[in-house]
């Protein structure tokens, strides 16, 4: 197998709270959420968050097979409880990530997505399959005080934060590995040229394949430049793992 991997944080933000991690057999990005002005109850920050529920999820990923949504519930009970004794848990604001990961055995493809950081997959059949968690496309709102209501909610979505349920509201898919080609894991500044400047799953997956992760984090710059998606940030993190077959 072979792992591609680029990362690009927003332009003149330094570091940003994108992190991409690979192993021999899998890969995973994580996306912090900004906190919008509102108290987190914690005293780490978000880029605090992100790195460290990477690497409790990295530590596990290489040594244990359990089935990835454990994995993170596991990842995210370990990591509240090492801040919980000095920061507020129940606080809805606290720190918080989206997670997206790949993993390969001998048979089979494992892939997970909890929020808007998207996985899609090449077949050998030559489709494009797009594993999403389209959530936060359908909030009744979008202040920050909407989305402080209804993050991790079931009527409103689920990130990685201090609740391990959200584990559980994952959206997971397993495939033979017999009929995947190559699996593209990204945040969603990496899937901003079919979210939001017209590409298509199917271009925005070989442009991966032909031209690399940093190439297209590169054309996403480009069309940020010209214009403003459609929602959201001018700029965001950007992050693409891409594991060939």
């Known amino acids: 197998m072979e792992i591609t991997c680029a990362t690009a944080p927003t332009p003149g933000t330094g570091d940003g709270d994108d992190y991409a991690l690979t192993g021999n057999t899998w890969a995973l990005v994580l996306d912090g959420a900004t906190a919008n002005g509102l108290p987190t109850g914690c005293s780490h920050t978000v880029a605090w968050y992100v790195r460290q529920l990477a690497g409790h999820l990295g530590t596990l990923l290489a040594t244990t097979t359990a089935p990835l949504p454990k994995v993170l519930r596991a990842a995210v009970t370990d ?7 000095t920061c ?29 950081s998207p996985i899609l997959v ?13 959530r936060t496309h359908h909030l009744p709102g979008y202040t920050p005080a909407d989305l402080s209501k209804l993050r991790n909610s079931d ?7 201090t609740r391990p349920e ?7 898919r397993t495939l033979s590995r017999a009929e995947v080609a190559a699996v593209a894991v990204l945040t969603d500044g990496a899937s901003r040229l079919a979210d939001h400047y017209g590409w298509t799953w199917e271009q925005l997956m070989h442009a991966l394949l032909e031209k690399g992760p940093a190439e297209v984090i590169r054309l996403t710059r480009e069309q940020e430049a010209i214009r403003s998606p ?8 950007a992050s693409a793992i891409v594991l060939r077959l």
Not at 79 to 85: E, I, P, Y
Not at 230 to 237: A, I, L, T
């Open 155 to 161: 009527g409103g979505f689920w990130v990685a934060s």
């Open 122 to 134: 090449l077949t050998h059949p030559g489709d494009v399959l797009v594993v999403t968690d389209t």
């Open 230 to 237: 459609e929602r959201g940030k001018v700029h965001d993190d």
């Open 88 to 116: 507020d848990m129940a606080c809805p604001d606290s720190p918080s990530s989206t997670v997206a990961a790949a993993r390969i055995t001998d048979d089979l493809v494992e892939l997970m997505v909890l929020c808007d």
């Open 79 to 85: 990591l509240a409880a090492s801040h919980g004794q």
């Open 166 to 172: 959200a584990a559980d509201r994952a959206v997971t």
